[in-house]
């Protein structure tokens, strides 16, 4: 079976400092990869997707930036970051087709400080 | 665009009462649709989907759905909610077998003991 994995779990981070998430998927090939944030008491808001290696969408002009570096691994990065980047980031995934569904990694709480 | 509208922000229900919410869509051709929940803390897990077939939908824990074409609405419903269902709720639409899944805003359930 599927599964995905986000990390790390919650990181607290000075202004200004870079950033690292992480999420690998296991158990299936050649997913679509997204990044999203959920502020608090908002809904979810797509950061970037990936439909394949080195391939990165934006929807958000934002001080974020995404890496799809192999199949199964997508990597959320910022050089400095801002108090409002602030939230909770949610990896998922998907597969093509009839049967699309999209699965969620547990996800990352930042705070910038 | 395609866009997806929860009727509330925050309903607040006693146990054993009866829980409709409402979700509605922009039309755009194909769609599936699903709803998901996210328990405090945690992150958001698939409770129905539906895809083609019969427009009535059950999922996990007590949940169904009902899709109305002619409406573009997609009402998650529960006859008794309890104490443990209170989390918030988010609908989804995959328009088109795309690699897009378009979230609604949620709705955030409180069930009273």
């Known amino acids: 079976s599927q599964t995905i994995h986000q990390w790390p779990a919650t990181l607290v981070q000075p202004v200004g400092s870079p950033l690292s998430l992480e999420c690998t998927v296991e158990g299936t090939s050649n997913p679509n990869l997204y990044w999203y944030r959920q502020a608090a008491g908002r809904g979810l808001q797509l950061l970037f997707y990936?439909?394949?290696?080195g391939q990165i969408s934006s929807e958000v002009p934002q001080n974020l930036s995404a890496s799809r570096p192999q199949d199964r691994q997508f990597i959320l990065s910022s050089k400095k970051l801002l108090l409002s980047d602030s939230g909770f980031y949610l990896c998922a995934w998907s597969v093509w087709g009839t049967g699309n569904t999209i699965y969620f990694g547990e996800g990352s709480w930042l705070t910038v400080v | 665009a395609q866009s997806v509208s929860q009727h509330n922000h925050h309903v607040i229900l006693s146990e054993a009462a009866s829980l409709e919410l409402g979700c509605n869509y922009s039309?755009?051709?194909?769609?599936?649709l699903f709803w998901y929940v996210q328990y405090p803390g945690q992150h958001l897990q698939l409770l129905l989907k539906y895809f083609s077939g019969d427009p009535l939908v059950k999922g996990i824990k007590g949940f169904e759905a009902e899709f109305i074409k002619s409406k573009f609405s997609f009402n998650l419903r529960k006859p008794s909610v309890q104490w443990s269902d209170t989390a918030e709720y988010f609908c989804a639409v995959n328009f088109n077998y795309g690699q897009n899944f378009v979230f609604g805003p949620g709705t955030r359930l409180s069930v009273l003991p």
């Open positions: 990936s439909v394949g290696i």
């Open positions: 039309y755009g051709g194909t769609v599936n």
